[in-house]
C-alpha cells in the first residue's frame, strides 16, 4: 500500500525558515516524482513544485522560485521540503504527494500546518 | 492558466445526481484531473485526463469534457461523498487549480 507520512505542525517565527519532512513507504521513491502542495486556511491549493528522487531534477511554480527547496534522501524513502524567510502569508497546510507522471497527483500525505508568528 | 470553479458550493440531496464545472482559461488538451478534500484534510485523486478512474474510486464518480470546458459528475449522491471538489490542470507548467467546490447535503 502506497503511503506517504508527513512530519508533524510547525509553529515558527517570522523570518526564520522550516524543514518538512514526507516519508514513504509501498513504493520505490525513485520511481515516483513528489509533488508539494500548499493550501492556505480556507482557501485552495497552490503546486509548488516537484522533484524526481533518482536524479534531484525539479520544476517550481516560479513564485516559489527562491522561496522552497525541495530535496529527497531515497536511502530513507524520504522527501523534504524547505521554505526560508517566513511571512505569515506562509501560514498554510503542506501537503506532498506522488506519482509515476509529472501532471497528476495519485497518493497524498496527510498535510503538515505551518503557522509563522510574528 | 487559470481553472475555474463559477460554483463554490452546492447542496444537494442523497441519491442525487450532481454534476460540477470547471473551465480553463485556454485549451488544456483533456490534462483535467479532479481531488477530493474531505474536511478531516485528507485529499484524494478520483479522474485524471478528464474521464479516467483512478484506482479503487467508486464507478459513481465520472468526468467529461474537452477544450475548455469539463465536468465531475457524481451519480447517487452518498453521506461520504460531502467534500469540497478541486479540478486541476496538468497541460501547461505551472500546473494550477481550481477554486474548489463544496458540497453540502440538503
Known amino acids: 500500500e502506497v503511503q506517504l507520512q508527513q512530519s508533524g505542525a510547525e509553529l515558527v517565527r517570522s523570518g526564520a525558515s522550516v524543514k518538512l519532512s514526507c516519508t514513504t513507504s509501498?513504493?520505490?521513491?525513485?520511481?515516483?516524482?513528489i509533488h508539494w502542495v500548499k493550501q492556505r486556511p480556507e482557501q485552495g491549493l497552490e503546486w509548488i513544485g516537484w522533484?524526481?528522487?533518482?536524479?534531484?531534477?525539479?520544476e517550481y511554480d516560479p513564485k516559489f522560485q527562491g522561496k522552497a527547496t525541495m530535496t529527497a534522501d531515497t536511502s530513507s524513502n524520504t522527501a523534504y521540503l524547505q521554505f526560508s524567510s517566513l511571512t505569515s502569508e506562509d501560514t498554510a497546510v503542506y501537503y506532498c504527494?506522488?506519482?509515476?507522471?509529472?501532471?497528476?497527483?495519485?497518493?497524498w500525505g496527510q498535510g503538515t500546518l505551518v503557522t509563522v508568528s510574528a | 492558466i487559470q481553472m475555474t470553479q463559477t460554483t463554490s458550493s452546492l447542496s444537494a440531496s442523497l441519491g442525487d445526481r450532481v454534476t460540477i464545472s470547471c473551465r480553463a482559461s485556454q485549451d488544456i488538451s483533456n490534462y483535467l484531473n479532479w481531488y477530493q478534500q474531505k474536511p478531516d484534510g485528507t485529499v484524494k485523486l478520483l479522474i485524471y485526463s478528464t474521464s479516467r478512474l483512478h484506482s479503487g474510486v467508486p464507478s459513481r464518480f465520472s468526468g467529461s469534457g474537452s477544450g475548455t470546458n469539463y465536468s465531475l459528475t457524481i451519480s447517487n449522491l452518498e453521506q461520504e461523498d460531502i467534500a469540497t471538489y478541486f479540478c486541476q490542470q496538468g497541460n501547461t507548467l505551472p500546473w494550477t487549480f481550481g477554486g474548489g467546490t463544496k458540497l453540502e447535503i440538503k
Open positions: 522533484i524526481d528522487p533518482e536524479n534531484g531534477d525539479t
Open positions: 504527494n506522488a506519482c509515476y507522471s509529472t501532471y497528476k497527483f495519485a497518493y
Open positions: 509501498g513504493f520505490n521513491i525513485k520511481d515516483y516524482y
